[in-house]
Structures are given as C-alpha cells and as structure tokens.
C-alpha cells in the first residue's frame, strides 16, 4: 500500500520561494554599491571644484597684490624724476654734483624677476617696463650727461636740453601708456577675487 506522506500545517501554509529573491538581493546589492561609488565621486568632484576655486582666488589675489604694489613703485619712480627734470638746468648757471642724481628704486620690479609672479603680469606690461626701466637706467648713469649737468656752459645747452626732454618724453609714455594698462589689469584681477570670493 502506498505511503500517504502528511505535511504539516506550517508547510502548508508557507508561500512557494520566490525564484527572484536571490536576484532582488543582488540587484539591491548592485545598487548599494553603485550608489556608493557615485556618491564618493560627487564628493570629491565638489571638493576638488572648491579646491581649484580657493586656488583661483589665491592666484588672483597674488596678482592683484604683485600689479598693485608694482604701480605704486612705477608712479613714486615717475614723481621723483619729475622732480629731478625740473631741477635740471638748462641754461648756464650752478651745475649737479654726482651724488645728486637720483637712483631708481626697484625693489617690487627686482623681486618680480626673480620669481614666478614675474608672467602674472601681462606681457606688454612686463616688456614694457623692462624697456622703461631699462632706460631709465642708462639715462642716469650715463657719464657724458653727468658731466654736462656738472659743467654748465653754452656748448652743451643742446645736449642737457636732449637730455630733458627724452627723459620727459620717457616719463610721459609710463604715465599714459604704463600706468593705465597695469590700471586695466588691477581692476581686471579685483573682479576675478569678487568673483572666486563670492558665495555660491
């Protein structure tokens, strides 16, 4: 006689297995991870989007820092000569010893050259200040001018007349030409720090 196998009322009652459950958890799983993966690498999108801002910001206000303090020393250079052109005589009368000859001061330009900082200014700016500075330079050491300033007579009226106005025509192209251009690029550099120093 065959066997009548009984199962009990718990058997009964139980649901049949899902085939899928085994691949919802997997599936959930996948997306666990995914969702991780994702969420590291928005993370450190943002940060290094904040990094490179906090760079940006640092760099434009370097820049700002080097134009400015660059200007500054390029208009006291620029005054003093003035002062020194009008003192020169033309005519003849008393005459300039050597030791009244004034000497650029270059401190902002010499340490600008000596860095990196030197091609955060723009290029017309920086060439053009080595040439003016270049012939500053030259104008007042030069040896043949100090003594017709020294000796004043009338043969060499034409020569300090020379003298004066290329060093006024000199001193008139940094203040037209120069000192509006680093102007531009100090403006220029100060709405970039507004920009990178704004709040989101």
């Known amino acids: 006689m065959a066997k009548l196998e009984t199962a009990s009322l718990e058997e009964a009652t139980r649901p049949p297995k899902a085939v899928f459950r085994g691949l919802e958890f997997l599936a ?3 997306f666990t991870i995914l969702a991780t993966v994702v969420g590291v690498y928005l993370a450190g999108y943002v940060g290094f989007q904040r990094n490179l801002e906090y760079d940006r910001y640092q760099k434009a206000q370097q820049k700002s820092d080097l134009l400015t303090a660059t200007e500054e ?3 006291q250079n620029v005054a ?3 002062k020194f052109n009008d003192r020169l005589p033309a005519e003849v009368g008393t005459g300039l010893s050597a030791s009244e000859w004034p ?3 270059l401190f902002v330009w010499q340490a600008t050259g000596h860095s990196s900082s030197a091609f955060d200014v723009p290029p017309q700016i920086l060439t053009d200040l080595q ?4 012939d500053l330079d030259e104008m007042l050491n030069d040896a043949e001018a ?3 300033f020294a000796h004043l007579t ?3 009226v034409y ?3 020379q003298f004066k106005e290329r060093l006024n025509a000199r001193l008139s192209f940094a203040e037209t030409s120069i000192l509006p251009a680093l102007d531009n690029s100090i403006v220029a550099s100060e709405q970039l720090i507004k920009k990178y120093s704004a709040p989101d």
Do not use: C, P, V
Request: glycine share 4%.
């Open 103 to 105: 000497h650029l001061r």
């Open 73 to 75: 020393e390029l208009k």
């Open 131 to 134: 040439g003016l500075y270049s």
């Open 146 to 148: 100090h003594q017709d």
């Open 154 to 156: 009338q043969s060499n």
């Open 28 to 30: 959930a799983q996948f």
């Open 159 to 161: 020569d300090r007349t």
């Open 80 to 82: 003093r000569l003035r």
